[in-house]
């Protein structure tokens, strides 16, 4: 269907991907498939789950598709794990998606996307990590951002991270900048989650009452990541790391 919209024409692109999205959504699953993901999700235990998509576009030496496809946290029960699985599905084809996707000239029928399901982590501070500086290129240093809560507030620009730089060699921080952390993102227990604004500020207090999400990310994510670095140092590319205590 998306082979003969004009794409320049934005009104019809998100017409077009409205219906695209909707069908997928409200579509049945396969008995077979069906079975295989909620024997899989029992394996795991049954709790929460993060449900990611991972699209064959995604970080392209020349384009970053990253973002472009949806992720859902803290996914509980096999309706709702069902239903996450839909959903990423269908961001392969959303308005945003299928416009970057034209701007990088990709044809867009080639394009596919897996659906990846892991054990949800509780994280008490959580963000992604550089193996290489992205600004300077100095692979000697590895650069993490990080603030308290689930990762969505960094990847999602929700919040000022905390910013570190640790060189690989001597394992030591060689710099390290205290962000607002503006937004936190946590769990619910009813599962789903939740974006909290953080009072708390550089210079005084948190008067956050979510204890898990006020721990200090200077010493968790510094002393969790130099110890991981040496397991990452071959990857060029950014991770996402969740760390509890």
Known sequence: M???????????????????GNAIRHASIPDPLT????????????????????ATAE?????AFAGQ???????????????????????L??????????????????VKLAVVVQKMVQADVAGVMFTADPVSGARDELVIDASPGL????????????????????LRLKEQYRGRREIIVLSKAEGGIEQISNRWQPDGDSDHAADNARRDPDKVA???LTIRHRHLRYYRHCTEFSSRQ
Request: aromatic share 6%.
């Open 35 to 54: 079975d295989l993901v909620i024997k899989a999700y029992r394996q795991l235990g049954g709790d929460a789950v993060a449900v990611r998509s991972s």
């Open 2 to 20: 998306h082979a003969s919209v004009q794409t320049d024409d934005s009104a019809l692109v998100a017409e077009v991907s409205r219906h695209i």
């Open 222 to 224: 510094a002393a969790d």
């Open 69 to 91: 496809q949806e992720t859902f946290l803290n996914v509980l029960g096999e309706q709702a794990l069902l239903q996450a699985v839909r959903d990423c599905w269908a961001s």
């Open 151 to 170: 990762g969505e507030a960094v990847v999602g620009g929700l919040a000022t991270p905390d910013h570190f730089v640790v060189n690989k060699r001597r």
């Open 93 to 110: 084809w959303s308005e945003r998606a299928v416009l970057y996707r034209a701007r990088q000239n990709m044809d867009q029928a080639s």
């Open 59 to 63: 970080d392209l030496p020349e384009a």
